[in-house]
């Protein structure tokens, strides 16, 4: 029902901000969005998630780091990551989840985030 498009990845310093959006085609009110990552060699892992009631969770490595919020009225959802680290560096991937009955999951292309001095 949505695309989902990633932006905001980059270059930046050990110790340096970023901010990731996702744009969604469609409404996201009912989703549940989240943002993953997947660095060369290791499988994708979930690094935030927020609920369509603003509930968020954070894998254990980004906490006190990595912030995620949504912004209904623009259908984006964010990713403000600082502090950032050589091991942040990844591909991030947007991600919606909706449905009951039927769950529906929807995926973004992507946004390499390299932390590198």
């Known amino acids: 029902q949505v695309q989902l498009v990633e932006s905001g990845g980059g270059l930046v310093q050990p110790g340096g901000s970023l901010k990731l959006s996702c744009a969604a085609s469609g409404s996201i009110v009912n989703y549940r969005m989240g943002w993953y990552r997947q660095a060369p060699g290791k499988q994708r892992e979930l690094v935030a998630d927020?609920?369509?009631?603003?509930?968020?969770n954070y894998a254990d490595s980004v906490k006190g780091r990595f912030t995620i919020s949504r912004d209904n009225a623009k259908n984006t959802v964010y990713l403000q990551m600082n502090s950032l680290e050589p091991e942040d560096t990844a591909v991030y991937y947007c991600?919606?989840?909706?449905?009951?009955?039927?769950?529906?999951?929807?995926w973004g292309q992507g946004t390499q985030v390299t932390v590198s001095s």
């Open positions: 927020i609920t369509s009631g603003g509930r968020t």
């Open positions: 991600n919606g989840v909706v449905g009951v009955v039927i769950m529906r999951i929807y």
